[in-house]
């Protein structure tokens, strides 16, 4: 998963997922096979299953049926707070996990990522603001995302990762979430160093998945 993100050029980890807190149902009934053929087809480098149920309609099943569909490598999107969950990832078929720093103490987010290390798993550690950058580059985290939806209010803005991009020491994989709807807006990140970008609701909503995820490269489907 990490390689795939370090490549030379931006990468994409294109998302599955049904539905979400913020905006509710985004595509019901959305066909885990077709969605994730389709952005390997779009030239993604990589994809986020989301295997949450409450909130967002998914669950490990769906993992397994990507695991199944393409040989890109895949991450479980889930509220992971204990070893088991990241067991359960690796016997799905996952190449890395979602460990959130606003929903875990600094011990846990140490215990949690030596022991996806131990699972052969990579570990992508989600910050929100500059506070939780260091506690993630604090606990050895190789792959950090910056999500540019606050929390409390579910307002997303994109500024959030231009600013928080300049803390993550060398050799961090970078990875932007949230807000990113075009491909002007991954252009932009792309310059100012972005290794990667997570998008799920404007893909999950396109017409043709494949389509807008080489769109969002500068692609041609």
Do not use: W
């Not at 997922?17 to 994730?36: D, H, L």
């Amino acid at each position: 998963f990490r390689e795939a993100l370090a490549r030379e050029g931006i990468s994409l980890i294109a998302e599955m997922k049904r539905a979400s807190p913020s905006q509710g149902p985004i595509r019901p009934g959305a066909s885990v096979t077709g969605v994730v053929q389709a952005y390997e087809r779009g030239g993604a480098s990589a994809s986020s299953v989301l295997t949450e149920g409450e909130y967002f309609g998914g669950g490990l099943a769906d993992l397994e049926e990507a695991r199944a569909a393409v040989a890109l490598p895949l991450l479980r999107k889930d509220f992971i707070l204990d070893r088991y969950q990241l067991l359960e990832a690796r016997a799905a078929g996952a190449d890395a996990a979602l460990l959130i720093v606003a929903g875990l103490s600094s011990d846990d987010l140490h215990v949690l990522l030596e022991a996806s290390r131990d699972l052969g798993l990579d570990a992508l550690v989600e910050t929100h603001d500059a506070a939780e950058v260091e506690t993630a580059i604090d606990a050895g985290a190789d792959i950090i995302g910056i999500n540019n939806r606050n929390l409390h209010t579910l307002e997303v803005d994109v500024e959030t990762t231009f600013s928080l991009l300049e803390l993550l020491p060398d050799g961090v994989v970078s990875v932007a979430e949230s807000g990113i709807t075009g491909r002007a807006i991954v252009e932009r990140l792309e310059e100012a160093g972005a290794d990667a970008v997570l998008v799920g609701e404007s893909l999950m909503r396109a017409d043709d998945p494949a389509a807008a995820t080489a769109d969002l490269l500068g692609r041609v489907c």
